[in-house]
Nanobody, 124 residues
Framework: QVQLVESGGGLVQAGGSLRLSCAAS????????MGWFRQGPGQEREFVAA????????SYGNSVRGRFTISRDNVKNTVYLHMNSLKPEDTAVYYC?????????????????WGQGTQVTVSS
């Protein structure tokens, strides 16, 4: 019943920055744990970042820790992924995910709702 719509993807040069947004429908956003995953060409979907309902807890994948930052705005019903110091290996389709769990969720199976994905391409 929750609809997630990603935006902000595009082409960026290595070393640049990009901000992805994920807008959730309805009034249930504050009861959702949110996360970001990505899937590159010929690769499996991997965990990128996650944030708890209130935003008090976050978690990051090893490959993005220190470069990416996840945040949320419970008034705008939107979760963000700020990506800095982008590398060509960050090229992938980025997916937004949501679930009603009270904790930070870092696994694919832990999420019940998914967005359609947005393409991020980093050129060298």
């Amino acid at each position: 019943q929750v609809q997630l719509v990603e935006s902000g993807g595009g082409l960026v040069q290595a070393g640049g920055s990009l901000r992805l947004s994920c807008a959730a429908s309805g009034r249930t956003f504050s009861s959702l744990a949110m996360g970001w995953f990505r899937q590159g060409p010929g690769q499996e979907r991997e965990f990128v970042a996650a944030i708890s309902r209130t935003g008090g807890s976050t978690s990051y994948g090893n490959s993005v820790r220190g470069r990416f930052t996840i945040s949320r705005d419970n008034v705008k019903n939107t979760v963000y992924l700020h990506m800095n110091s982008l590398k060509p290996e960050d090229t992938a389709v980025y997916y937004c995910a949501a679930d009603e769990k009270w904790t930070v969720v870092v696994t694919r199976s832990g999420y019940g709702y998914w967005g359609q994905g947005t393409q991020v391409t980093v050129s060298s």
